[in-house]
C-alpha cells in the first residue's frame, strides 16, 4: 500500500512539474514546502547510510533526493503526508544524536521480515526506502554517475559478459552487421 501512495504522489508531482516547466522555477533554488527542518535533517541522515558518498557519486544526499521527497509530498494526499510525518518524527526520536553505526542498526531492524506483520516503522521504512531510492536513481547522480547510464548508444557488435564462466558462442553472428555469407 505504502508503494502505491508513493507513485501516486510521484505521479502528481511530475504533473506539475511538467505544467511548471520553461518557467523560471526551475532556475531558482529549491525552497522547501512540506518539510520542516528537523524533518529534513533526520531525512538527510537516513538518506545518507542508505546511499552514501563514494567513488562514484555523491549518494542521496549530494543528488538533493530530499528535495525531490519535499516536492512529491507537497503534491501528495493527505494520507501519504501524515505517513510521512508521523514516520519522520518516530525516526527522528530513535536515531537523534545516534553515531552511524547505530543508526545503521536501527535501519537493519527496520527492513524486518516480508512473513510477519509490519510494525508501523517497518511500514514506514518500505516508503523511505521507496521514494530514496527512486529519488537517487532518477538524478543525475545516480543515473549517470552511479550507474554510468550513457543514453541510448547503438552498439552493433555484443561486447559479451567479461566473465569466463560465459563465453560468447563460437557460431555467434550479430544480428545488426551484414556478415560475409549474406
Same mark, same amino acid.
Given at each position: 500500500?505504502?508503494?502505491?501512495? /508513493?507513485?501516486? +504522489?510521484?505521479? @502528481?508531482?511530475?504533473?506539475? @512539474?511538467?505544467? =511548471?516547466?520553461?518557467? =523560471?522555477?526551475?532556475?531558482? %533554488? ?8 528537523? *524533518? ?12 552514501? +558518498?563514494?567513488?562514484?557519486? $555523491?549518494? +542521496? #544526499? &549530494? ?9 512529491? !509530498?507537497?503534491?501528495?494526499?493527505? $494520507?501519504?503526508? *501524515?505517513? /510521512?510525518?508521523?514516520? !519522520? ?11 552511524? &553505526? =547505530?543508526?545503521? @542498526?536501527? !535501519? ?17 521504512? #518500505? ?25 541510448? +548508444? ?19 553472428? %550479430? ?8
Amino acid at each position: 500500500m505504502a508503494v502505491a501512495l /508513493w507513485q501516486g +504522489a510521484s505521479a @502528481r508531482a511530475q504533473e506539475h @512539474r511538467h505544467a =511548471a516547466s520553461g518557467s =523560471a522555477v526551475a532556475a531558482t %533554488p529549491y525552497r522547501f514546502v512540506f518539510l520542516d527542518p528537523g *524533518e529534513r535533517r533526520t531525512l538527510r541522515l537516513v538518506m545518507d547510510r542508505m546511499v552514501p +558518498a563514494d567513488e562514484r557519486s $555523491a549518494g +542521496a #544526499v &549530494g543528488a538533493r533526493v530530499d528535495e525531490y521527497v519535499d516536492f512529491v !509530498l507537497a503534491h501528495a494526499d493527505h $494520507a501519504t503526508c *501524515e505517513i /510521512w510525518r508521523k514516520g !519522520l518524527g518516530r525516526y527522528g526520536r530513535a536515531i537523534r544524536g545516534k553515531a552511524p &553505526g =547505530a543508526i545503521d @542498526r536501527f !535501519l537493519n531492524r527496520q527492513s524486518g521480515n516480508e512473513f510477519v506483520p509490519r510494525s508501523e516503522d517497518e511500514q514506514f521504512f #518500505v516508503f523511505l526506502k521507496t521514494a530514496v531510492t527512486e529519488g537517487f536513481y532518477t538524478s543525475e547522480e545516480g543515473i549517470l554517475k552511479e550507474l554510468g547510464y550513457q543514453g541510448m +548508444a547503438f552498439e552493433l557488435d555484443f561486447p559479451g559478459c567479461p566473465h569466463e564462466e560465459h563465453p560468447i558462442p563460437p557460431d555467434y553472428k %550479430p544480428m545488426l552487421r551484414q556478415t560475409e555469407e549474406t
